[in-house]
Structure formats: C-alpha cells, structure tokens
C-alpha cells in the first residue's frame, strides 16, 4: 500500500511515497480528470499490465526532485500518439523500456529515475511501467501537469532543458532517435514516424538531472493525480465531488448541461497539431439556462457561455458525466449526455508571458485574452 | 428466458401488458403454448404476430459457471509482433482467458487508418494450421490490429484455417468493428465459444414455435435494446449479450409511460442506474459488468447508484423521471424484448479532409446502419436514425474521427396496414 503523508514529510497536502498495485485504479481515474482524452478501450488491459508488473516487481518508489542527489540523471516518458491507436496496437511490453535504453546506450550512461511528461492521460501511467521494469524510482513531478498537444509544451522547455535526445519506441517494434537543437523541430519529426510506427509510440525525452528538475519540473502532480483519482473513486454526488476537488485542485464548475450539438472542423485548422478545431454545445439544465460552447482540440481550449469567454486554456476544463457519476472523455460523448463542466486552474507556469504564447488561446487560433487576465 | 427457466408476457398493440400464466418453466413448448392461448383468449383468434426471445441470460450463465459443455476456443492475435509481458498476452477478463485453449501470434496487422504494419506472416501460420490440426479444438477467433478498416489479414488466416480444418467455426473481429484489440478479442472468444448453445436454444424455439403458432416468426433480443432474427443472431451471437440489461430498462420505461426516463435497477451488487431515451435504452460498446472486460457489442449503460434504495435520495443526478422499478424483474425484461424494434450499430474510425468529406463519411455509415436493421428483421424503408455522433479522436492525426451511429426500424408495415388486432410476446 502507498503511504498518504498530508502536510508532513513531502511538504504538501497528500504526498505519496509509492505506488503499488492497489493504486492503480486511483492512478487511471486520475489521468482521466487531467485529460479527457483518456476513453475505455485500452482500460482494462493497461491497468491489467500495470497492476500485473507491481505484484510482480513490487511497488514503485515515488520521490521528489529535491529527495534525489542532483546529479541523479532522469529521463521522462510518455505515450506519443492517440489512445485509441494504442488500444487497438497494444504495447508488446517493453516499448518504455527500450526507448529508455536507447538514451542509456546513446549517452553512456544509466538513469537513476524515471519521470512523466505529462502526468495524464496513459502518460500517467507508462512511467511507473518503465519504473517497475528499470527498478528505478518515480519523480514526483511533470512537465506539464496535464496535457499540451506538443512534446515542448513543457515546463522544462520553458526552463531551458531540450527535449533531445528522444527515442520514440514503437509496437512495431522499430524506433526513431531524434537529435535537435531546435525543441519545436522533434515535434514535427516526431509525429510523422509516431504514424508510421503504428498510431502511438513509447516516447523517452528531457534527459536531465534532477537538480534541473528541482527548477524546471512542476512538483507534486502524480500524487495530486492520485488524490484526485481516489476522490473519484469513492463515486461522490456531483456537488461533492466540486467541493473537495476544489480543496486538492481548486476545481470550480462552470456550468451544468445537456449536449445538443457536436461540431467539426469550426475553426481554421492547423495540420501540424493532432486533433482537429471541433466544437460542443450544451443547453444547460438549471440555473441561467445559458448555452455553454465548447471549443476542443485534443483538450478542450475554451468555454463561452452565451457567447461570453469563462474559461480558457491553460486551465484544465474537464467534463463530469453527472448522470454516471464519472469523467467523461472526448471520444466518447453524445447528444443527450448531461455533463458538469469543471474548470481547474493550470499550474502557475503557464499563465507567465512565455507559457501563455506557448499555450494559451492564441495557439489555438482565438485572438481573445484569457478571462483570469481581464 | 433464464436459468431458472422461461417465463413470458403478451404485449398488445395498445401497450397492454397481459400476464401469461405459466410457471417458470425449461419446458419451452408449454411456454409458447401458454403464450398462444393466451393471445388467442385475450386478444383474439390467430392475433400473435411475434415472439422475441432473451438467450441472454442463460448465455452468461454459462460463461460464469463455465459450463464444461461450451467449447473451448483458440485465438490468433495478428499484431507485428506477440506480447512479452503475461499480462499483455492474455485477456484481462478471467473469464474470458478460461475459455481460451490455445493462443498464437501471427504477425501482421494495421493501424486504425489502414496502413499495413506489417506483412502477414504467411510461414507462421501455415505453422499455426498445423498445430491446431494437431489438438482437438475446432473453435477458433481470430483478432488482428486494425481489421475494422482492413480484415485482409483475418480473412487470410480464415480462409487457411478453414481450408486445414474444414468444419471449424471462425470467428473474426472484423464482422464487429468497434475500438479496442482487447476488447474485439473478448467479443469474438465470446462469440465463437457461444454458438452452440446459441443455436440449440435458438432450435428449441423455433420447434415449439412451429408446433403451436406455425408462422409466427421468432426474433431474438439483442444487447443494445433491440432485435434480431435467428439467423443473424446463429452468426453472431455475442450481439445478444447484455439483452436482458436492455430490455429491463425499455420494459420499466414501457410500464412507466416515459419515453425519456431513468431507471433504477437493482441487482445483487447493489443499485444501479440506466437513462432511457425516445424509448431506447441509452447503449455503447463497453463493459459488461458480470465478465469484467470490455466487448465491442453496444450494451445498456449502467451506473452504480448507491443512493435510491427503496426509493430513497438518489445521488447521480438527472433532469429526467426518475422510475424506480420493483419486484423481480422478468416482466419487465418481457416487456422491454416484446416491445423492441431491430437495430443497427456502427462504430468505426474514419480520416475526413473537409466538411463535405465528413458529411459523406457520416451518410455512408448510416447506411449501411440502415442496412445492418433491414438485416436484422426491419421492414424495408422504415429504418430511422437514433443517434449519430462524430467525436474527433484526440492526440490522432488532425482529421481522424469516431463515428457511432445507431439506427432502429420497425418489423412489420405501419399498424394501420394491418387492421386486426395483434400482440407479440417474449
């Protein structure tokens, strides 16, 4: 069992020193309210191999940057590509590995740690895979505390720290190594072998230290998923649930409603990001009866409510199936579903200048300032 | 129809549900004859017009129990290359791997958009073919990444493994679409393994009915709230799984008179909750809670409700009816099958370039959705559209979509074209 140490060792509200099997359950519900890009094709089979490994290898150490000797080189982990890919290619099981070993090989030396690159979605869970199988400790910390579409929308990039040399491992089996000096080249080279692998691939990227991790990395977020994951395990009424996600998160809900639209391609779309400009629009169900439409990529970007912008990337927007009593994700909605839409602000990094231009509203083509900056 | 035996009520026209009296019986002739007479004295002469069956249940009584007389089956997965971790080799569901003898990797397959990931192994499975020639199973299911697009790959090792061993049963992901290796396989080991059964009760309800009502056409209640007809179902019985979940929930809105509503169930876990719409219960391809894996077969979405007993504070949240059902629950699984229309389902991944491309992506599927519910016993041209839905696939290449469409029909011309009067039963 992982150990909850509130307030006192770790340093902040529900610090966890290690994830077991009897965690992973929390660790999937948590990736899924910090994407919902997360869907269930994959569920069972992934939590399956993860849970499987933890009993066979024996919990994974979770520690933060500043508990590691700084020299202790990291590499972070994620899955590139779609899940739905994913779940129809499952991995053969040592795609996270070998992607972490290439690096070792090409640099001459091993990795005392493992880290997320985006501590959500399968990403969430693919570093504590290669951390089982490496025997090597989990960093408490991301790059992203949540999920960007591109692989240098990252807090270490942001500090300086280049994501190459990257090895991108696929179910196929073959790998792609890219070295760059430019951050935003590897992910334009990345995406178009991450197809030709199969749809997804096993990503190794940010080989670094942790001494740069303790100034670049966002500290925290795998256990601040775990303690949301475990919230939303315990299946809480709606209300509830707003409420004391706003006490580990500072979640707040925009608005309640019952979708009536599903649009694509309503914005001008950019080939070079994944997923395409689609929009959703829901009637809500109480209160001021306002029509809340919703902007999506990958993530959803943007919330207007009659017409009026209230939430907007950055912030974590995620939508909670009211009547199922969990999150919903984007493949899977409908006409007809009747959603809470929640608002979580995003890590205080990416509301600076720089992460703003990287991705804010502007990167998604709306030429509007965010709403906390009015 | 259950383990504990068949039971059955007789829905008229109108709505009117009229109680059979029959005991819970395994005598499936003393059932259809009780249905008959009843039909005959409430109703009138010659007025049953259809029966529909629910297998369901016992089908999963028999996975669950894992009776001994269902077969074991054999899956080739057709992935570029097998799995090395145990966990990644097997099924998920505990179930669903006890049903499994024999495993093989053949390599092959493509990603979801169609491109070939590798050429299929054609050495391996000839070596395959000949290892199953060897052992005694005949059952066999076949899963390879990417068919819902491309099935070359399954149909190869198909029609090879049909050419080694002539009177296997096969079956292939691919006449199923939907997401998910894992779940696909599930579906097809399900599928492959239930066939025989299927078709023995399937025979069993077609004699009685001969014997007592000749003429009058079985259909067989489907897992997403609908119906089939016997053949269909003989080809592909994992369609019928989770039927009785959906009829449960149509039934309770039938005796309830909400064509929009939510229901609560209760079931020996605890309660649950599933949401009826324009008199359908509301479907997708997801877990079945009793096999613990997903299937790739449209089933009722139900959600633990732990609020509600006995009509108490429910704590999910909707601004529909709420019908909070009682007493056992066999007539309103009647019911809900007596009343069911033939459906259709598509769920699949499409590549659209522009709004027009779309447009045109989404009429196909619903097409061939319409196709799917005259196959399934739909009267031709009264097949309407339920749901259609088009998500983009997020983290996939810009342009890459899901399409789910669900389409339902009606069974006979409009009632107004059939002037007397007329029931059906489950």
């Known amino acids: 069992m992982s150990t909850a140490q509130a307030g006192t060792t770790g340093g902040y509200l529900g610090a966890i020193s290690s994830i077991s099997a009897d965690d992973v359950p929390a660790l999937y519900q948590g990736a899924k309210f910090y994407s919902p890009a997360v869907g269930e094709a994959d569920k069972s089979a992934l939590t399956a191999w993860l849970a499987g490994l933890l009993d066979r290898n024996g919990p994974v150490a979770l520690r933060r940057p500043e508990a590691m000797p700084p020299d202790t080189r990291c590499v972070s982990l994620c899955v590139i590509g779609s899940g739905s890919a994913m779940a129809d290619l499952p991995p053969s099981g040592d795609e996270f590995q070998l992607a972490v070993q290439r690096i070792e090989q090409l640099q001459g030396q091993p990795f005392g740690a493992v880290y997320p690159l985006a501590a959500a979605t399968v990403s969430a869970l693919v570093p504590v895979v290669a951390a089982a199988q490496l025997g090597v400790p989990l960093l408490d910390a991301d790059g992203m505390g949540r999920t960007y579409a591109l692989i240098h929308h990252t807090s270490m990039y942001l500090a300086g720290l280049s994501p190459a040399p990257l090895v991108a491992h696929g179910p196929t089996g073959e790998s792609v190594l890219i070295e760059v000096t430019i951050g935003p080249r590897a992910d334009r080279l990345l995406r178009a072998n991450v197809d030709t692998l199969g749809g997804w691939a096993a990503l190794a990227a940010y080989p670094t230290t942790a001494g740069a991790l303790r100034r670049a990395a966002l500290p925290g977020t795998v256990s601040r998923l775990l303690n949301v994951g475990r919230l939303l395990l315990e299946r809480p009424t709606p209300d509830v649930l707003v409420a004391r996600l706003a006490a580990i998160n500072g979640c707040s809900r925009i608005g309640r409603g019952r979708i009536v639209e599903l649009e694509h391609l309503s914005r001008p779309n950019d080939v070079t990001v994944p997923g395409h400009p689609s929009s959703l629009v829901l009637e809500e169900s109480d209160g001021q009866r306002r029509q809340l439409r919703l902007e999506l990529r990958s993530e959803i970007v943007a919330v207007f409510a009659d017409g009026r912008l209230v939430a907007a990337a950055p912030d974590l927007l995620s939508l909670f199936d009211v009547s199922r009593g969990e999150i919903a994700s984007l493949d899977s909605l409908e006409p007809g579903d009747l959603l809470d839409v929640l608002v979580t602000p995003a890590d205080a990094v990416w509301y600076s200048a720089e992460g703003m231009a990287m991705v804010g509203l502007g990167s998604h083509g709306i030429g509007l300032d965010h709403p906390r900056r009015r | ?426």
């Open chain 2, 1 to 426: 129809m259950c383990p504990d035996g068949a039971r059955a009520v007789l829905v008229v026209d109108d709505g009117t549900v009229l109680p059979v009296d029959v005991p819970p019986t395994h005598d499936v002739p003393a059932v259809v004859a009780a249905v008959v007479g009843t039909a005959a004295d409430r109703v009138g002469p010659d007025a049953l017009r259809a029966v529909t069956v629910d297998v369901s249940a016992m089908l999963l009584d028999a996975v669950v129990r894992a009776e001994t007389s269902l077969p074991e089956v054999a899956v080739v997965r057709i992935v570029p290359r097998p799995a090395g971790d145990p966990e990644l080799a097997r099924s998920p569901a505990r179930l669903v791997e006890r049903l499994i003898s024999h495993r093989w990797t053949v390599a092959g397959g493509h990603d979801l958009l169609g491109n070939e990931l590798r050429p299929l192994d054609e050495a391996c499975l000839v070596a395959v073919c000949a290892e199953l020639v060897a052992t005694d199973v005949r059952h066999l299911a076949v899963v390879a990444a990417g068919s819902q697009g491309r099935p070359e790959h399954e149909r190869a090792v198909a029609d090879a493994v049909q050419a080694a061993v002539p009177g296997a049963r096969i079956s292939a992901a691919s006449d199923f679409g939907g997401q998910g290796l894992i779940a696909r396989e599930a579906t097809v080991v399900l599928d492959c393994t239930l066939g025989q059964l299927t078709d023995a009760l399937l025979t069993t309800w077609e004699a009685a009915l001969d014997q007592h009502a000749p003429g009058v056409p079985l259909r067989v209640a489907r897992g997403d709230g609908g119906f089939s007809t016997p053949s269909r179902v003989r080809a592909l019985p994992s369609v019928t799984l989770g039927a009785a979940d959906a009829a449960e929930l149509r039934g309770a809105a039938h005796v309830a008179r909400h064509e929009d509503c939510r229901v609560l169930l209760r079931r020996p876990d605890g309660q649950v909750a599933g949401d009826v719409r324009r008199g359908l219960p509301v479907v997708r391809s997801a877990q079945l809670v009793e096999l613990g894996t997903a299937l790739v077969v449209p089933t009722a979405v139900l959600a633990p409700e732990p609020g509600g007993a006995d009509g108490g504070e429910v704590l999910r949240v909707t601004d529909v009816p709420l019908v909070v059902v009682d007493g056992p629950p066999f007539e309103r699984v009647c019911v809900g099958a007596a009343t069911s229309q033939p459906t259709g389902w598509v769920d699949e991944i499409a590549y659209i370039e522009s709004a027009e491309h779309l447009a045109g992506a989404r009429r196909e599927a619903e097409e061939r959705a319409a196709a799917m519910v005259t196959a399934n016993g739909a009267a031709p041209g009264t097949s309407y559209l339920i749901e259609s839905s088009i998500v983009a696939v997020p983290y996939s290449p810009s342009g890459t979509v899901r399409i789910r469409v669900r389409v339902a029909g009606a069974s006979e011309v409009p009632a107004a074209a059939v002037p007397e009067p007329a029931g059906s039963a489950a």
